[in-house]
């Protein structure tokens, strides 16, 4: 008998690392009930909360049995493991010290963002590998997102092996995908969209798409919908992602194709619509190393009018969507050349300037080493194709500028900053108010200018915790901008090809380098000067940041040339707090009171509970637009959100929308939804839907 107590003290104290053990690497076993050896089987026994400890391998137990032969822990009853980034729930589980291996039977695990459970797990620190295994992606109810699998191997940098998945939602399981691999750091989409609803021109209609993972980078899926008064939609979908290194790339592609049985009408150019309908959108953005960025955006379809029928949620946000490609390489540190392609295809059509291709090299502003003299420039190349219907007027461009800028520092708060400039444009062809060809043109445009800026600051120690400010500091800015433009060369009426679009509402640059100002400079030669004064107060933000409070900013263009030119501009920005965001811009003529244009945007919140946006567009003679939009949180499941627009040339509200917002789980959002459009020429002025949609995971 005491041979057995003396053995079970040696053995608890020597190997097990209890008490004063010096061999860190050594197990711990620790019970509410005193430790119990068992001779016959060589297994020191703990039970009552059971506890296991050997580095960073953590098991909780009913009981332990530990053998001290083949240095093996075997739990049962209500097991628990933790280790790092994972827990396992089990009946039974058997660790090896020796080689830190585990196995056992059936279990539940928590492995972010996973929650899993399957026949039997084993594994090490390294390496696990998963049987018969069902794999949530949250919560495991009916709503939640779940990937079934013969076999999933997990290894110790998050990257997994997925034998024989099929993927599914809650108990509904979808095809068998063979092999599945990649990283849980950088998982592929898995995500479905669905809305029904009714509209008299489509009939009862079901939209749905749906994405999901084949490898580690992409996932594949289709677009399918069903429209009873236009028939079947269908066509594939894509999304990728991969990041390897300094090489990264993301993109999707999706596409649709219907013989419409419906009433198809006219397009906006008065052509009839085939039946024979479909779209394609591709998206791609990629970065090479450090210097090569390429972006990709296309737009491809049968009509003019295929996005406005059956994607009308990508139509409310490109009315006009065409179709680009760029890639820029950094040659050096000041100099970067890009090759551009904008162009109209198939029902993309619109009225626009198609560039196949412009070349281009830029040179950032950087010091030409002596004089304090800065220098800048850009040249570019472009073939233009402007063809709408019967209008076909192709072209060829070349603008080239370079500029000089001198700053000096006549005081610490006054900066005088002379510069000069020349830009030339050359034009193969040039076209008369009538479209008829009527030759070349280059233009020679010179610029003059002075810039004097003057900085005054003053700062108080002020803190106020609800509005997160600690300390303002207030920056007053008054300037002086000369600038006189010279124009030489080929002055007559001609019209020169330019971008359309609709013009921007913000103060205008008074850089000849801008594509803007160069614009706006072939009618005349323009001799201006603006004043202003810029006001900024800002308070501390992290350790070296800042976070701008509000802004003042006054400017007045006075025109030597043409006084009815002149022009005042008003910048303001007010965010005090998270939420309240306000901006407000506007120009106008001070001396009649005639405004120009406004732009003002209002964003009010208060935490989660409810949000307010309004909106506020105005172009003289263009257009005037106002838009409300306010979203209120009802309770954790429900919300609302209810959008309103104004015509104000119109005298017409001729948008508003009603929608119902349930969030059913953690990634399925219900929307039911309530519109109304006037006087759109392709759709009821009222329509329901009911749309539901995952977020990606």
Request: charged share 25%; with cysteine; net charge negative.
């Amino acid at each position: 008998m005491r041979h057995i107590i003396l053995k079970a003290i040696s053995f608890a104290v020597l190997t097990l690392g209890l008490g004063s053990s010096l061999n860190a690497a050594a197990p711990e076993l620790s019970a509410d009930e005193p430790l119990v050896y068992d001779a016959k089987d060589q297994c020191l026994i703990a039970r009552g909360n059971a506890l296991f400890l050997h580095d960073e391998f953590r098991l909780e137990a009913d009981e332990i049995r530990y053998n001290q032969a083949d240095k093996t822990a075997v739990a049962k009853g209500n097991v628990r493991v933790t280790r790092p980034q994972m827990r396992v729930v089990a009946e039974t589980l058997s660790y090896n010290a020796d080689t830190r291996s585990f196995s056992c039977g059936k279990f539940r695990a928590g492995y972010p963002p996973m929650l899993l459970e399957g026949e039997s797990a084993s594994g090490d620190a390294n390496e696990m590998e998963l049987v018969n295994v069902n794999a949530y992606m949250g919560e495991p109810d009916s709503a939640t997102p779940t990937i079934s699998a013969e076999k999933m191997t997990l290894l110790a940098d998050r990257r997994l092996l997925i034998v024989g998945a099929r993927p599914g939602v809650g108990g509904i399981k979808t095809f068998r995908i063979p092999e599945i691999s990649g990283s849980l750091d950088e998982a592929p989409d898995f995500s479905a969209t669905g809305e029904i609803g009714y509209e008299s021109d489509l009939g009862a209609f079901v939209r749905t798409r749906s994405l999901l993972p084949v490898s580690s980078s992409v996932s594949l899926g289709a677009n399918i919908d069903l429209y009873s008064s236009r028939g079947v939609l269908i066509g594939p979908a894509m999304s990728y992602e991969q990041d390897s290194g300094d090489n990264e790339m993301s993109g999707s592609i999706d596409g649709g194709w219907i013989y419409d049985t419906g009433d198809r009408g006219y397009d906006y150019f008065g052509r009839d619509i085939s039946r024979n309908r479909w779209f394609l959108m591709a998206r791609h953005k990629q970065s090479i190393g450090e210097k090569v960025r390429v972006t990709g955006y296309i737009n491809l379809l049968s009509d003019p009018e295929m996005f406005r029928d059956f994607r009308p949620e990508v139509f409310e946000q490109n009315q006009y969507p065409d179709s680009f490609v760029e890639v820029s390489v950094q040659l050096t540190e000041d100099i970067s050349a890009s090759a551009f392609t904008r162009f109209s295809a198939f029902g993309n059509d619109y009225v626009m300037q198609n560039r196949l291709p412009e070349l281009r090299v830029d040179m950032a502003v950087n010091p030409l080493g002596f004089g304090g003299i800065y220098h800048t420039g850009y040249a570019s190349y472009a073939f233009t194709r402007t063809r709408v219907i019967y209008i076909d007027r192709p072209n060829e461009r070349l603008h080239a500028y370079y500029g000089l800028l001198r700053p000096v520092a006549l005081a610490p708060w006054l900066n005088l900053s002379p510069r000069a400039g020349e830009m030339i444009s050359r034009y193969k062809k040039t076209y008369n108010e009538d479209y008829d060809y009527s030759g070349p043109t280059t233009h020679y445009i010179g610029e003059l200018g002075l810039d004097l800026t003057a900085t005054f600051n003053a700062q108080w120690e002020y803190k106020n915790k609800l509005l997160g400010i600690d300390g303002l500091r207030h920056i007053v800015r008054p300037l002086v901008k000369w600038r006189r433009y010279y124009m030489e060369g080929d002055t007559d009426e001609n019209v020169i090809d330019m971008d359309f679009g609709v013009p921007e509402l913000q103060v205008p640059s008074l850089d000849l380098r801008s594509e803007q100002t160069n614009d706006v400079l072939y009618s005349y030669n323009p001799h201006l000067v603006r004043y202003g004064l810029e006001n900024v107060l800002q308070t501390r933000e992290g350790k070296h940041g800042s976070r701008t409070l509000t802004a003042l900013n006054l400017y007045h263009d006075r025109h030597f040339s043409d006084e009815t030119d002149d022009t005042s501009y008003v910048q303001f920005f007010l965010s005090p707090a998270p939420f309240l965001n306000l901006s407000y811009e506007s120009g106008f003529d001070a001396q009649e009171h005639d405004m120009h244009w406004q732009r003002v945007r209002l964003g009010l919140s208060s935490a989660d509970q409810w949000a307010l946006d309004f909106y506020l567009d105005y172009k003289i003679r263009l257009y005037e637009d106002y838009m409300t939009r306010f979203r209120y949180q009802l309770t954790r499941e429900w919300g609302t959100v209810t959008t309103l627009g104004y015509d104000a040339m119109e005298g017409d509200i001729d948008r508003a929308s009603f929608s119902l917002i349930q969030q059913m789980g953690e990634y399925w959002t219900i929307r039911y939804r309530l519109a109304y459009h006037k006087d759109d020429m392709r759709r009821d002025d009222v329509g329901v839907s009911v749309s539901i949609a995952t977020h990606n995971f």
